[in-house]
């Protein structure tokens, strides 16, 4: 059983700045973790992922403003998010996946309005 805590969100202004951080449970540093959200009438879409080797893959609506890194020795990933839009007010989730599991944090509220 593998548990993720997200935090970081909250309300920002167009063009303001979040860092969303996970912190999860076990062991940490061999799996690859990824960002998910889910907008309002919308479905749930990736956002961002890096592997255990640091590898980086952004879906096109966020690429050049928003960041993934990890930090293997506090279990943590971060998102940073850079001018903000309004179209990406969104619960965000944390997701791991470990064999044929795959775990989810309980969601961060973002959002992104004047």
């Known amino acids: 059983q593998v548990q993720l805590v997200e935090s970081g969100g909250g309300l920002v202004q167009p063009g303001g700045s979040l860092r969303l951080s996970c912190t999860a449970s076990?062991?940490?540093?061999?799996?690859?973790m990824s960002w998910y959200r889910q907008g309002p009438g919308k479905q749930r879409e990736l956002v961002a992922a890096?592997?255990?080797?640091?590898?980086?893959n952004y879906a096109d609506s966020v690429k050049g403003r928003f960041a993934i890194s990890r930090d293997n020795a506090k279990n943590t990933v971060y998102l940073q998010m850079n001018s903000l839009k309004p179209e990406d007010t969104a619960v965000y989730y944390c997701?791991?996946?470990?064999?044929?599991?795959?775990?989810w944090g309980q969601g961060t509220q973002v959002t992104v309005s004047s």
């Open positions: 890096i592997t255990n080797g640091g590898s980086t």
């Open positions: 076990g062991i940490f540093s061999i799996y690859s």
């Open positions: 997701n791991t996946t470990r064999g044929p599991y795959t775990y």
